[in-house]
């Protein structure tokens, strides 16, 4: 698709690499989505490298998105990347919004991610993910489900594991459960969380972790 085409060839842009003295290739690069809205049938993933930049639009699953699949995923080797100004409506398609394994240090940043039926955003393995300025629901406040039985709420809205984080200034606005962290010495600041289900709006499983 288009997207991933775009995605790939800001990947594809190596600069010389002055940070931190690391070997991995730096890019400086950015996809702007212009404003506009795309339906997508399959995953977004991010290559390998350093800064990396996607905003201003938003993105739509498609009828035929996989049951198994997030919106945009990245892997281990990629470092400094950044999501801002972002809309994703899953329309009860696939799995998740955004999937990061092993990533470091993502930056994720006024984000509305809305009708996900598992994940609204999950990271495995990851180290310094900052998630501010974010709205995130099953369901919207107009719609039917919203006060209905927890039966129709499935997903979690933000699942972190790993290390160091830092999470601030969220809004959840419905799910069967809210924030998850494992792990240890994160931070979580300024959350709103309300409308769950029957499960935890707040878990915490890690050490040195501070809720203010």
């Given amino acids: 698709m288009a997207l991933q085409r775009a995605i790939d060839a800001a990947f594809g842009v190596v600069n010389p690499s002055v940070w931190c003295n690391v070997s991995t290739p730096s890019h400086n690069t950015a996809v702007d989505l212009g404003g506009g809205t795309f339906k997508i049938s399959a995953t977004l993933w991010l290559g390998k490298g350093l800064t990396f930049r ?4 938003g993105l739509v699953a498609s009828q035929s998105f996989p049951d198994d699949a997030f919106m ?42 809305h009708h996900y039926t598992a994940y609204g955003i999950k990271v495995d393995s990851g180290h310094e993910v900052h998630v501010h300025n974010c709205w995130l629901g099953e369901w919207g406040w107009s719609e039917n489900p919203h006060n209905s039985p927890a039966s129709n ?41 309300y409308n769950g289900g029957n499960e935890s709006a707040l878990e915490v499983s890690g050490t040195a972790v501070r809720v203010l």
């Fill in 54 to 57: 996607l905003c201003c639009g």
């Fill in 72 to 113: 945009i995923s990245g892997g281990g080797g990629l470092e400094g990347v950044t999501i801002h100004d972002v809309a994703f409506d899953l329309l009860r398609k696939g799995k998740g919004a955004l999937h990061f394994d092993g990533t470091l240090r993502v930056h994720l940043d006024r984000l509305y991610i």
């Fill in 153 to 193: 709420l499935t997903g979690v809205a933000v699942e972190i594991d790993g290390q160091d984080h830092w999470l601030s200034d969220i809004i959840i606005f419905s799910g069967l459960r809210g924030i998850v962290l494992h792990g240890g010495a994160s931070v979580l600041t300024n959350t709103h969380i």
